[in-house]
């Protein structure tokens, strides 16, 4: 069966992850629900450290040298994580704000060969282009994107192009743009569950 690697936003942790991936996880899949390294400076852990602790940092085009170092930082410790806890079988990968991008980022590491799926919520790219580039040599799989048309922390605009470049390889992609802003509303919960558990039903 496949394993869950859901990760959290910045500011969160796992605690604040798990009981919604708990609720998430189809029967029989294992879960993995990492720490971010990075201790953020208001509160929780963060992916990457943003080098200006302004509004508008999160809603920049493109991430500083020093902040791609921390995603590659975090990408190899991810790796580490499931190559100890998930050494074998298909992956679904997902997470929501932070967490999604990093999501899409561990596609470009070897174990991309064993994801089925991503989930990207309220999310969005890092190396788009790059990103494009590596998708172009995976087979195409599924994607799961759930985004808030209010959101002011990543904007929905943002949030489409992680679902266009998606899109362009070929992935068969579930779409839910909500009302709400930066969050993952309760009403689709469900939808997200039952796509896991339709993935894990299509002879992985």
Known sequence: MPTLVMMHGMTGDASMMRPFAEKM???????????????????GRTWWRYEDED?????RM???RRELIDVDSSLSQLEQIIAERAPMGPLVVGGFSQGG?????LLQLPLADRIVGVVAIGTRLVRGMELG?????LDPKHLFWMHGERDVRVSIQDGWAVAHTFEAAGWALELIEHKKGHLIPMEHHEALKEWLTALGQVGL
């Open 101 to 105: 991008a990093m999501a899409q980022e």
């Open 25 to 43: 996880l189809p029967d029989g899949w294992t879960l993995i629900v990492p720490e971010a390294r990075y201790k953020h400076p208001r509160r």
């Open 55 to 59: 509004a508008d940092a999160t809603r």
């Open 133 to 137: 580039l590596r998708l172009a040599e």
């Open 62 to 64: 493109n991430l500083s």
